[in-house]
């Protein structure tokens, strides 16, 4: 398979002739992303794996119903969302677990000296305000900030309106800047 196609050319490729090559591609393309995804959410390999394994399942078999509507990495980023989502609220889990909080904790005796103390203070700060957002708050501001996405897209994987998500982010940076007591995000 002709590994200059993109993503949609692949697609159609596919839906007329040779399905093992064109899922191989896109898995190939996307699979580090998808566990990364999954590893941000759930904070656990192995879940991870097994989600990006089911993700993908999921997405091959579903493929007939890409309607490039959007672009195929933000339906797959999209399904992969909704999929740990749906795996981490059937399993009424958190994303954070006592094993973390005790690494962190225990990350705060090994800080070099070379380390400004007032960043690590700030980060561990953003880490606490954090975990105590809601998982809706807290994953738009991980869409904006760690994942880079711009508000379009945020709006198109959450099936929202730009406004929504422009209020739903100043609203979650809002509550950050309260937990921490200081100025953390760049408006």
């Not at 406004?163 to 408006?187: P, Y």
């Amino acid at each position: 398979m002709n590994l200059k196609l993109n993503d949609e050319e692949v697609i159609r490729q596919y839906l007329t002739s040779s399905p093992n090559d064109c899922f191989e591609t896109l898995y190939n393309r996307y699979v580090n992303k998808v566990y990364n995804r999954c590893y941000s959410l759930t904070k656990d390999s192995e879940k991870a794996q097994d989600f990006t394994h089911d993700i993908f399942i999921k997405m091959f078999s579903h493929l007939d119903r890409f309607e490039e509507r959007s672009t195929f990495s933000t339906w797959l980023y999209s399904i992969s969302y909704n999929y740990c989502m749906d795996q981490l609220r059937l399993g009424n889990r958190l994303t954070m677990t006592a094993l973390e909080v005790e690494d962190e904790e225990s990350d705060t005796h090994a800080i070099s000296t070379d380390e400004p103390v007032d960043l690590e203070y700030s980060m561990q700060q953003l880490s606490r305000a954090m975990k105590s957002l809601s998982e809706e708050e807290a994953m738009i501001l991980r869409l904006k900030y760690q994942d880079d996405m711009d508000i379009r897209q945020i709006a198109n994987l959450l099936q929202l309106k730009d406004s929504a998500v422009k209020m739903r982010l100043k609203r979650s940076r809002d509550k950050v800047r309260q937990l921490c007591g200081a100025t953390i995000f760049a408006d």
